[in-house]
């Protein structure tokens, strides 16, 4: 031990020294130089020596320098890119072997948005039993799909199901060899199934899993992200990346304070009562509720080429209002990326990020029972603060801007279906009746915009970085204080509501 410590002073004397001599050679030569080219001449010098020298020199009895736990980390790995491989006139495509089956990935110190919480929330009633074949054999869904050794296999699917299975493709190839082999269910419907009251009392059945994209307090529905996050060609809709980006840019081409001082919506008025009735809000010549509504018909729209159905070109109102169709809408991170205040008509659906809004910091709420006096004080009360009426745009903008990136909906559906395996009591197994679906077989012969959003939204190769870190559970009394402050900050507004006093604010 005494001779290594006199060894490692002597090379620290020679360093000092040789340093001092490069220095005073530096500054010699180089009067003109910066302090700071002397000071990378001596670093570079320095570690030759150190690197000469210590590579072998005993730092500690029987350790070496190279074998010390503290070194440079290791550089991520390269990242490739694998094209779409498809066989030209053939319309069999079959899925090439050349895809990574594993990629080292570094370790993310991302921490995922809070609403990623919800997920053990939707998985909680598994959590004691597990989850058999008996229970998804139960599950009435549109297809079901195995992952089996890294790769995908469905049993039938139609026209939603295609970029819903399109998405869960690319996230095997953004992460290959991280899901585990699991069998689910998927619904895709727009109205949960899975009823509560159905698995209650001493003697129920545990509930099946059943995938699908929304839920709300009284079903057991799993939440998935959406389809159009990859794209709705039969409307028009593009891919949430390429969308994202125009809103943004639609954002820009109007400040707020200069946008029409009324609260603007736009959709089928023919899906749901409450559409039609929020129809009625619409200014007469008696009574203005500040409302401007327009129904959009879908066929006169594709008809005429989508010219009116721009979403990027729709940020032009100070507020904006969501309202639930049959159930939930793809639309709420749309109208809610536009700046504009959001007007929440009080929702009975969640899909897997809106869980995380919060009344008065993301949105306004709007009452459904007197939606268009509710909506006129909304707005009332924004065009008198307006600077707190912009924040609230502004908030919930950023909450999807920040919290809604398409790398994050992929890393939801990693730990949705991470945990969601672990919870299976048996071995999945492919059917002999199960396809199996990879990106070429679902791209290679399409045509249109299901091509075009297809190939626009396919993972060119494995990620080199893993997925954000899952945060905990809620606790039950966190969770419960979470609801109830949602509860009483939507009360508040309706107490102002009934005051009619358009100047409070707290």
Known sequence: MGETLQATHEVWSRVIGISRHVSEVITHSFKGGTATFTLFVIVLFIGAVFSSHWATAPLFTGVSFKNLALQIPNRPPKKIEIPLSCTNGSTTQTCPANYPKKFDIVTSTEACPEYFRWIHEDLRPWKETGITKDMVDRANGDFRLFIVKGKAYVQKFHTRDVFTIWGIVQLLRLYPGKIPDLDLMFRCGDMPLILKRDYQGENAKSPPPLFRYCKDDQTLDIVFPDWSFWGWPEINIKPWVPLAK????????????????????????????????????????????????????????????????????????????????????????????????????????????????LPLKHYWPIRDNDKCRSIKFAVDWGNNHTEEAQRIGMEGSKFIREKLKMSQVYDYMFHLLNNYAKLLKYQPTVPPDAVQVCSETLACNVGGLEKIYKLETMVKGPSTTGPCTLPPPYDPLELQSFMKRKENLTKQVEVWELSGNITQWS
């Not at 707020?256 to 200014?283: H, M």
């Open 246 to 357: 125009e809103l943004e840019e639609g954002n820009n081409r109007t400040a707020w304070i200069q946008r029409e001082p009324y609260a603007y919506w736009k959709g089928n008025t023919r899906t749901g009562v409450q559409r039609r009735d929020l129809f009625r809000c619409n200014p007469t010549n008696e009574q203005d509720w500040n409302a401007r509504i327009y129904h959009q018909d879908w066929k006169r729209e594709t008809r005429r080429g989508f010219r009116d159905s721009n979403l990027a070109n729709q940020c032009t109102h100070r507020y904006k209002i969501y309202i639930e169709g049959y159930s939930w809408s793809v639309s709420e991170k749309y109208i809610l990326a536009c700046n504009s205040m959001t007007l929440l008509v009080k929702t009975r659906y969640d899909d897997m990020f809106t869980r995380g809004l």
